[in-house]
């Protein structure tokens, strides 16, 4: 069985792509739902992503991997990376996990998508 997850994409007028996340990333939707995300980003090169984990209440070890892997392929395509939004559990272990010390995280979309923009 599924686990609920909902992945809804929006984009700014200034090219921030924002994927804002509701539910959970378990091993029943992460292999699914990261590669369709990788395919909407396309290519990397200056790429500016966001995730806004506000209403993600779960990610497992697989999902994280994810993350690192469009952290780093966006780093080597000279675009920007970031998360805002992080309830406490996630943060604690995305934190955890060293996450948090390579990708920018904001408390909150605006504040990211400023930054984002530049």
């Known amino acids: 069985m599924l686990t609920q997850l909902e992945v809804n994409k929006t984009s700014t007028n200034t090219g921030v792509k924002i994927f804002a996340f509701k539910g959970e990333l378990d091993e029943t939707n992460v292999d699914t739902t990261f590669p369709n995300i990788i395919g909407d980003i396309g290519d ?54 060293g996450i948090t010390s390579i990708v920018e995280v904001f408390d909150a979309q605006d504040a990211a998508v400023t930054e984002l923009s530049k």
Do not use: M, P, W
Request: glycine share 6%.
């Open 44 to 97: 990397f090169a200056h790429s500016r992503t966001l995730f806004d984990f506000k209403e993600l209440t779960y990610l497992n070890s697989k999902s994280i991997g994810y993350i690192a892997d469009i952290a780093q392929r966006t780093e080597d395509g000279n675009g920007k990376f970031a998360l805002c939004s992080l309830s406490n559990e996630v943060h604690d272990t995305l934190e955890l996990v």
